[in-house]
């Protein structure tokens, strides 16, 4: 995938730029309408044009990453004099190959909206929303959120952010709010999926390191999906599932008969959150039946002797009638795990959304290690990540840790960041901030009194809603910054600020499997909308910082940062040349560091890590991790009988929808009003039909969705999709207490006819 790229850097704000005075914005507004980034292939028109709007004829076209999913597809863009006419999937992306779910191919589409943020918006006496200048909304941003500092201290202001802005937007967000403008909470809505994963992986391997390449999905002879339904949530990676010639044993784990659990050879459709004592009862009998690696064990591995104890007390016939999940059941998926010459593990938000989810997740990492499952094609413990970046927030947002994955408690690490970044050392916090639910919490308790919103949606993802929504209704101040002025949470906001999305901005995301991809700038943003990244350093001018970050002119003046930033971690991009080189390379997957690009001229495209059998603690080994059962939160009982399951609902729905939405395409593929499955002897005890209404009461609040009478819940379950902007009402909010990710799968609900 040879293409030339010419060298402009659009919607970049250069150090020329005026730092003494208030000149910038013009500069700013200025620079998003300049030429865009163009790339030609070398033998133009050698591929297919495939859809495009307008009936334009493309000129060019160039290849970007996908904005929806971890995933992370290329696609193929279709230009004409610069600006994107539509799309194809493209063909030599390694990680597609070709293939493209719904969501991709409308990415350009929803960019199209009447509800796109195109100015700056404040809060009128009345309720309203006025238009206002990037002027006036940075003067107002800057002094209330200075002011409330000044009256309740630095502490007293924090920041949200996400995992769908490219990597450097992140990097610069967390390097300004932290360095810059002193807060010292900010965190992310990866918390809502990624967390789980993120801290088993650090406390397993001794760093957040997913260890596979998309490659195993073709290499396994058993995979084992815990909590995960690809062919609804990853599509593209269910395809290649199908494209596996080793007639994989596929064993799933789900409560649900999913789309994926269909396809399986085994499907243990266990009770709600019965995983972790089934996944103990699996790995007593891989130990009991001689399956153990124990050469591997020996070498590579700590705790086996108390992991050994530990699973000896879940024998099979106890966790049968816990999990609902037959002994001779536990016993194959023991065997066919057991025997396998090259087994995955993966696991999605069924796992991570869990008030257990951390030990569950380290479970599936101990069934991976002590069967040697590692490092080797087709095999790893395997976490799929949601969003499409929410492997960079993990890696740069100044949330979970210091940039880079440093760690505020370092002195040496703050030392790093200091020298690397030009800036004081005493500008860096000591420790981490607050995660999600405790700056939630802060709210509430009148600690924090201004809060900064960037990219996500919590008026409708977070949990409990209708107390999410009081809880933001407390600030002093809240700032939203997103590409849409209407999504639930600018509803509450203060100040709305424009924001550039997908296709109108550069820089890069990091998928699934540790890949570095290119997003480009495609298309113009409307009205007066910025990227993020041009929106903070507009900040950083009007806060007074602007030349402590003299050096972020522009995206992939920032990644160069964060390539020295990496310099040792075991994610180490210093070996990547720049943009052109990702482009070229059709990504690359991070570790590249510069001793690997002087011992091969290009990196090979299927990289797994530990391939060594050397991990990142101390000893070089893994830890296998163990824990104690903890009940469930909220059982169900006579008042609330049914247990309602949250999870991804169709291909074509996305979050909160505030993207897939806007496409009249999408919203085609899917129920438009909100539904629960429910299991037919459930429907007939209430007295509905498919397709009538029911209402839905939990302990927080109640609402009225359509029944779907389906055989694939349990009786006394139930399933309503996480897109609807209902279904967080109804559920609890109780966390993991490691990872302090939310638990959404698992509330009580009692369902009436209407």
Same mark, same amino acid.
């Given at each position: 995938?040879?293409?030339?790229?010419?060298?402009?850097?659009?919607?970049?704000?250069?150090?020329?730029?005026?730092?003494?005075?208030?000149?910038?914005?013009?500069?700013?507004?200025?620079?998003?309408?300049?030429?865009?980034?163009?790339?030609?292939?070398?033998?133009?028109?050698?591929?297919?044009?495939?859809?495009?709007?307008?009936?334009?004829?493309?000129?060019?076209?160039?290849?970007?990453?996908?904005?929806?999913?971890?995933?992370?597809?290329?696609?193929?863009?279709?230009?004409?004099?610069?600006?994107?006419?539509?799309?194809?999937?493209?063909?030599?992306?390694?990680?597609?190959?070709?293939?493209?779910?719904?969501?991709?191919?409308?990415?350009?589409?929803?960019?199209?909206?009447?509800?796109?943020?195109?100015?700056?918006?404040?809060?009128?006496?009345?309720?309203?929303?006025?238009?206002?200048?990037?002027?006036?909304?940075?003067?107002?941003?800057?002094?209330?959120?200075?002011?409330?500092?000044?009256?309740?201290?630095?502490?007293?202001?924090?920041?949200?952010?996400?995992?769908?802005?490219?990597?450097?937007?992140?990097?610069?967000?967390?390097?300004?709010?932290?360095?810059?403008?002193?807060?010292?909470?900010?965190?992310?809505?990866?918390?809502?999926?990624?967390?789980?994963?993120?801290?088993?992986?650090?406390?397993?391997?001794?760093?957040?390191?997913?260890?596979?390449?998309?490659?195993?999905?073709?290499?396994?002879?058993?995979?084992?999906?815990?909590?995960?339904?690809?062919?609804?949530?990853?599509?593209?990676?269910?395809?290649?599932?199908?494209?596996?010639?080793?007639?994989?044993?596929?064993?799933?784990?789900?409560?649900?008969?999913?789309?994926?659990?269909?396809?399986?050879?085994?499907?243990?459709?266990?009770?709600?959150?019965?995983?972790?004592?089934?996944?103990?009862?699996?790995?007593?009998?891989?130990?009991?039946?001689?399956?153990?690696?124990?050469?591997?064990?020996?070498?590579?591995?700590?705790?086996?002797?108390?992991?050994?104890?530990?699973?000896?007390?879940?024998?099979?016939?106890?966790? $049968?009638? #816990?999990? @609902?999940?037959?002994?001779?059941?536990?016993?194959? +998926?023991?065997?066919?795990? /057991?025997?396998? &010459? =090259?087994?995955?593990?993966?696991?999605?938000?069924?796992?991570?959304?869990?008030?257990?989810?951390?030990?569950?997740?380290?479970?599936?990492?101990?069934? $991976?290690? #002590?069967? @040697?499952?590692?490092?080797?094609?087709?095999?790893? +413990?395997?976490?799929?990540? /949601?969003?499409? &970046? =929410?492997?960079?927030?993990?890696?740069?947002?100044?949330?979970?840790?210091?940039?880079?994955?440093?760690?505020?408690?370092?002195?040496?690490?703050?030392?790093?960041?200091?020298?690397?970044?030009?800036?004081?050392?005493?500008?860096?916090?000591?420790?981490?901030?607050?995660?999600?639910?405790?700056?939630?919490?802060?709210?509430?308790?009148?600690?924090?009194?201004?809060?900064?919103?960037?990219?996500?949606?919590?008026?409708?993802?977070?949990?409990?809603?209708?107390?999410?929504?009081?809880?933001?209704?407390?600030?002093?101040?809240?700032?939203?910054?997103?590409?849409?002025?209407?999504?639930?949470?600018?509803?509450?906001?203060?100040?709305?600020?424009?924001?550039?999305?997908?296709?109108?901005?550069?820089?890069?995301?990091?998928?699934?499997?540790?890949?570095?991809?290119?997003?480009?700038?495609?298309?113009?943003?409307?009205?007066?909308?910025?990227?993020?990244?041009?929106?903070?350093?507009?900040?950083?001018?009007?806060?007074?910082?602007?030349?402590?970050?003299?050096?972020?002119?522009?995206?992939?003046?920032?990644?160069?940062?964060?390539?020295?930033?990496?310099?040792?971690?075991?994610?180490?991009?210093?070996?990547?040349?720049?943009?052109?080189?990702?482009?070229?390379?059709?990504?690359?997957?991070?570790?590249?560091?510069?001793?690997?690009?002087?011992?091969?001229?290009?990196?090979?495209?299927?990289?797994?890590?530990?391939?060594?059998?050397?991990?990142?603690?101390?000893?070089?080994?893994?830890?296998?991790?163990?824990?104690?059962?903890?009940?469930?939160?909220?059982?169900?009982?006579?008042?609330?009988?049914?247990?309602?399951?949250?999870?991804?609902?169709?291909?074509?729905?996305?979050?909160?929808?505030?993207?897939?939405?806007?496409?009249?395409?999408?919203?085609?593929?899917?129920?438009?009003?909100?539904?629960?499955?429910?299991?037919?002897?459930?429907?007939?005890?209430?007295?509905?039909?498919?397709?009538?209404?029911?209402?839905?009461?939990?302990?927080?609040?109640?609402?009225?969705?359509?029944?779907?009478?389906?055989?694939?819940?349990?009786?006394?379950?139930?399933?309503?999709?996480?897109?609807?902007?209902?279904?967080?009402?109804?559920?609890?909010?109780?966390?993991?207490?490691?990872?302090?990710?939310?638990?959404?799968?698992?509330?009580?609900?009692?369902?009436?006819?209407?």
């Amino acid at each position: 995938m040879s293409i030339e790229t010419t060298s402009a850097k659009p919607g970049s704000l250069t150090q020329s730029a005026a730092i003494e005075d208030r000149k910038v914005l013009p500069q700013l507004i200025q620079a998003r309408t300049g030429k865009m980034t163009r790339e030609l292939l070398l033998q133009p028109g050698s591929h297919g044009l495939g859809m495009t709007h307008s009936g334009l004829t493309p000129d060019a076209t160039t290849t970007a990453v996908c904005g929806y999913c971890s995933t992370g597809c290329g696609l193929r863009i279709h230009l004409r004099e610069d600006e994107a006419i539509g799309l194809t999937p493209e063909t030599n992306y390694p990680v597609n190959l070709g293939m493209a779910c719904p969501k991709g191919w409308e990415a350009l589409r929803v960019l199209d909206s009447d509800d796109r943020a195109t100015h700056p918006l404040i809060k009128n006496p009345n309720g309203g929303f006025s238009k206002a200048t990037w002027d006036d909304a940075l003067r107002l941003f800057t002094d209330r959120f200075k002011s409330i500092q000044a009256e309740h201290g630095k502490q007293s202001v924090a920041f949200l952010s996400t995992g769908q802005i490219p990597s450097e937007e992140m990097a610069f967000l967390g390097a300004l709010a932290k360095f810059g403008m002193g807060m010292v909470h900010g965190d992310g809505n990866t918390r809502q999926c990624m967390a789980t994963a993120v801290t088993a992986y650090k406390e397993s391997f001794g760093f957040d390191a997913p260890p596979y390449t998309y490659d195993d999905f073709e290499q396994s002879d058993c995979m084992v999906f815990v909590g995960a339904n690809p062919c609804i949530g990853h599509p593209i990676l269910w395809e290649r599932v199908l494209r596996n010639k080793n007639n994989p044993e596929i064993i799933v784990l789900d409560p649900r008969r999913t789309e994926t659990a269909m396809a399986a050879s085994q499907h243990l459709q266990l009770s709600p959150k019965s995983d972790l004592a089934l996944l103990y009862a699996i790995t007593g009998e891989i130990i009991r039946r001689g399956y153990v690696d124990d050469s591997f064990v020996q070498a590579s591995t700590t705790g086996f002797e108390q992991l050994c104890e530990h699973v000896a007390k879940f024998d099979t016939e106890s966790v $049968a009638k #816990i999990s @609902g999940v037959s002994e001779e059941q536990i016993i194959k +998926a023991a065997e066919a795990i /057991g025997t396998g &010459n =090259a087994v995955s593990l993966w696991w999605t938000m069924g796992v991570n959304q869990s008030y257990e989810g951390t030990r569950t997740a380290q479970a599936i990492i101990n069934i $991976a290690l #002590i069967t @040697g499952n590692i490092g080797r094609p087709g095999t790893g +413990a395997n976490s799929i990540t /949601g969003q499409c &970046n =929410a492997m960079g927030s993990r890696l740069w947002s100044n949330t979970t840790n210091l940039i880079g994955h440093h760690r505020f408690e370092d002195a040496d690490d703050r030392a790093k960041v200091a020298c690397e970044l030009d800036i004081d050392i005493e500008s860096i916090p000591t420790e981490t901030g607050w995660s999600y639910d405790r700056i939630m919490e802060g709210i509430q308790n009148d600690e924090i009194k201004g809060l900064w919103v960037i990219a996500t949606n919590p008026a409708h993802s977070w949990i409990h809603q209708s107390n999410a929504r009081e809880i933001l209704d407390k600030l002093d101040f809240l700032v939203v910054q997103d590409m849409y002025s209407s999504t639930e949470t600018a509803r509450h906001a203060d100040l709305v600020l424009p924001a550039a999305a997908w296709g109108e901005k550069e820089g890069t995301f990091i998928n699934s499997e540790r890949r570095y991809s290119l997003l480009k700038k495609v298309a113009k943003a409307p009205g007066e909308a910025l990227s993020d990244f041009n929106i903070f350093r507009a900040v950083a001018h009007y806060w007074g910082v602007a030349e402590m970050f003299s050096q972020w002119t522009d995206p992939e003046a920032a990644f160069r940062i964060m390539q020295r930033l990496s310099e040792d971690k075991p994610s180490d991009i210093t070996g990547i040349d720049g943009y052109e080189h990702l482009d070229d390379c059709g990504g690359i997957q991070w570790p590249w560091t510069s001793a690997d690009a002087k011992q091969w001229a290009k990196p090979y495209q299927q990289r797994r890590l530990f391939s060594d059998s050397v991990f990142h603690h101390d000893d070089g080994k893994a830890k296998l991790i163990i824990d104690d059962i903890t009940p469930m939160p909220e059982p169900t009982c006579d008042d609330y009988p049914t247990m309602l399951l949250t999870g991804r609902g169709a291909v074509s729905q996305w979050h909160t929808q505030t993207r897939t939405s806007k496409s009249p395409v999408l919203r085609k593929l899917y129920p438009n009003e909100p539904y629960i499955e429910i299991h037919p002897d459930d429907a007939r005890s209430i007295g509905v039909q498919n397709g009538e209404q029911v209402r839905v009461t939990s302990r927080r609040g109640s609402l009225i969705a359509n029944a779907m009478v389906v055989p694939t819940v349990k009786p006394k379950q139930a399933f309503m999709p996480m897109h609807y902007e209902a279904t967080n009402q109804l559920t609890l909010s109780h966390f993991d207490p490691h990872s302090r990710q939310p638990s959404y799968k698992n509330s009580a609900v009692r369902i009436e006819a209407v």
